[in-house]
Each structure stands twice: as structure tokens, then as C-alpha cells.
């Protein structure tokens, strides 16, 4: 795969998105502007990976070669797990799913019906989606 110039929208807007929320909520975030950052390189795996379902592994870990500081939280996103949790992951899984595909703006529900679209209804990335939704929605994300 490749990062294509839609892709590029997406990771700009969620990093607009990020730095944005960051600034607006400095109690919790340090650096508004390490937040853009981890937007925009959340899905940098995409140009190393030949399946969709492997971009955030492969990213994070190219990531973590070059000593990252949010290595964990690109490797992370996109997926339910309790594995690793972090409110700099939290905010990105927020971001990421209130961006579409080409950095529109949408709510959470109108980006997993968009998902529902493009992949299915029944598939991976649809359901990953509305289980990453129910868990945002749980600890007060939207």
C-alpha cells in the first residue's frame, strides 16, 4: 500500500484535530503541538504494509525504531484492546474516528457507517470500529 493524497487529508486533519483539542484541554496534554505530530504520523504504516489490517503494527514499530516518544499509541490505534491505554491514544482514536477518509469532518456514527460502506458490514474493520466506538463512549470521549 501506499500513503495516497486522500490519506494525507485524513492524517492532516486528524493532527489539526488533535492539536486543537490538546490546546483547548492543556491540563491533560502537555504539548499541543506533539499532539499534531502524532496525528499526522499516526498512519504513516500504510506506506509499509500490504494489508490494511497491518498499518498501526507496522507504523508503531518503525516508529519505535526511530525512538518515538508515541510509538504505543500509533502501534495501538484504530483497534479495541486493553492492552495499552493512554489519553494521547484515546485522543488519537477520537480524532481518527471523527476524520474521514479524505480529513472530512463526521461524527463517530456517520464514520463507522462510512467504514460500513467502504469494507462491509460484517467486516474487520466495521466492527473494530463500533467496539473502538462503544469503549471511547464509555470513558466520556463524545
Same mark, same amino acid.
Given at each position: 500500500m501506499k500513503i495516497t493524497? *486522500?490519506?494525507m487529508k485524513h492524517c492532516l486533519e486528524v493532527a489539526n484535530k488533535?492539536?486543537? @483539542? &490538546?490546546?483547548?484541554?492543556c491540563e491533560k496534554y *502537555? $504539548? &499541543? $503541538? #506533539?499532539? @499534531?505530530?502524532?496525528? @499526522?504520523?499516526? *498512519?504513516?504504516? !500504510?506506506e509499509f504494509s500490504d494489508k490494511q489490517e497491518d498499518h498501526a503494527q507496522n507504523g508503531g514499530e518503525i516508529l519505535? #525504531?526511530?525512538r518515538y516518544k508515541y510509538w504505543k #499509541?500509533? !502501534?495501538y490505534h484504530g483497534y479495541p484492546q486493553n492492552e495499552y491505554i493512554s489519553k494521547e491514544l484515546a485522543l488519537l482514536n477520537y480524532a481518527d474516528?471523527?476524520?474521514?477518509?479524505?480529513? #472530512? $469532518?463526521?461524527s463517530v456514527d456517520e464514520r463507522i457507517k462510512d467504514i460500513k460502506i467502504r469494507y462491509g458490514e460484517n467486516s474487520y474493520q466495521a466492527l473494530a470500529a463500533k467496539e473502538l466506538a462503544d469503549s471511547l463512549r464509555q470513558v466520556g470521549f463524545y
Amino acid at each position: 500500500m501506499k500513503i495516497t493524497e *486522500d490519506r494525507m487529508k485524513h492524517c492532516l486533519e486528524v493532527a489539526n484535530k488533535m492539536k486543537h @483539542f &490538546a490546546s483547548s484541554r492543556c491540563e491533560k496534554y *502537555d $504539548n &499541543a $503541538n #506533539e499532539m @499534531f505530530v502524532l496525528g @499526522f504520523l499516526h *498512519d504513516v504504516g !500504510y506506506e509499509f504494509s500490504d494489508k490494511q489490517e497491518d498499518h498501526a503494527q507496522n507504523g508503531g514499530e518503525i516508529l519505535k #525504531e526511530q525512538r518515538y516518544k508515541y510509538w504505543k #499509541e500509533v !502501534y495501538y490505534h484504530g483497534y479495541p484492546q486493553n492492552e495499552y491505554i493512554s489519553k494521547e491514544l484515546a485522543l488519537l482514536n477520537y480524532a481518527d474516528m471523527t476524520t474521514g477518509p479524505r480529513g #472530512e $469532518n463526521m461524527s463517530v456514527d456517520e464514520r463507522i457507517k462510512d467504514i460500513k460502506i467502504r469494507y462491509g458490514e460484517n467486516s474487520y474493520q466495521a466492527l473494530a470500529a463500533k467496539e473502538l466506538a462503544d469503549s471511547l463512549r464509555q470513558v466520556g470521549f463524545y
